[in-house]
């Protein structure tokens, strides 16, 4: 069964202040790792996809990273308009299909 | 170019009510997948369509049913629903086949329907 951890649960950062958010995940065949961001009551939006371990993907003040086992996303020098619930997600293909498994979400606030 | 949306928005049932979700895809889509969303929770697999047949089913109950229309919009209906059904519900559209690799940009998700159950 596919998994994935987010950490920390929260994190409350001073704007400029930069950060690393981390997933790890156990998963039968990678076939992408996902980043969301969502703001509350809204839908997940998509940030990055990550597909072999050492591959960057970079946007803004936001910069994501993979290894075989785990993903990080790097805010730098953040805003307090960074503020919002970031996910990760794998994706795997099973029984003819494919499906994305969420960790729990890192929130994160970022105060003036 | 219209994103995914969902309708209603939000919706408020009693225990042992019926409820249809509503979703339509981007245009061109043809995949298009259900999500449940509890407070506090990342986003639970629950169906997956493809050109209008049941691709994938996570582990929900017999309860929760969905259905693809020939112009690839969808509905999920969730019978004698439970208080534990609360929940935000997202619809997901991704332009390509059943077990291909996603464009870069992944899976387009809409808003959702925010459900209560009371």
């Known amino acids: 069964e596919d998994q994935v951890t987010q950490s920390p649960e929260a994190l409350r950062l001073q704007e400029g202040e930069s950060s690393s958010l981390n997933c790890s995940y156990t998963v039968s065949g990678l076939r992408g790792l996902f980043w969301y961001r969502q703001d509350p009551g809204k839908g997940p939006e998509f940030l990055f996809t990550l597909y072999s371990a050492g591959e960057e993907k970079e946007k803004e003040r936001l910069k994501a990273t993979l290894t075989k086992k785990e993903s990080f996303l790097h805010i730098t020098a953040p805003k307090p308009e960074d503020s919002a619930t970031y996910l990760c997600?794998?994706?795997?293909?099973?029984?003819?299909?494919?499906?994305?498994?969420f960790g729990k979400g890192t929130m994160l606030l970022v105060s003036p | 170019d219209a994103g995914v949306t969902q309708s209603p928005t939000h919706l408020i049932k009693t225990r042992g009510q019926h409820v249809t979700l509503r979703c339509s895809p981007i245009s061109g889509h043809k995949s298009v997948s259900w999500y449940q969303q509890v407070l506090g929770q990342g986003p639970q697999f629950i169906f997956q369509y493809y050109e209008k047949e049941e691709r994938g089913r996570g582990n929900f109950p017999d309860r929760f049913s969905a259905r693809q229309f020939p112009n690839y919009s969808s509905e999920l209906n969730v019978n004698a629903l439970l208080l534990g059904d609360s929940a935000l519900y997202l619809c997901?559209?991704?332009?390509?086949?059943?077990?291909?690799?996603?464009?870069?940009?992944?899976?387009?998700f809409g808003s959702g329907t925010r459900l209560t159950v009371v």
């Open positions: 997600a794998v994706r795997s293909f099973s029984s003819g299909y494919s499906t994305l498994t």
């Open positions: 997901a559209s991704s332009s390509t086949r059943q077990g291909a690799t996603p464009p870069d940009y992944g899976y387009t």
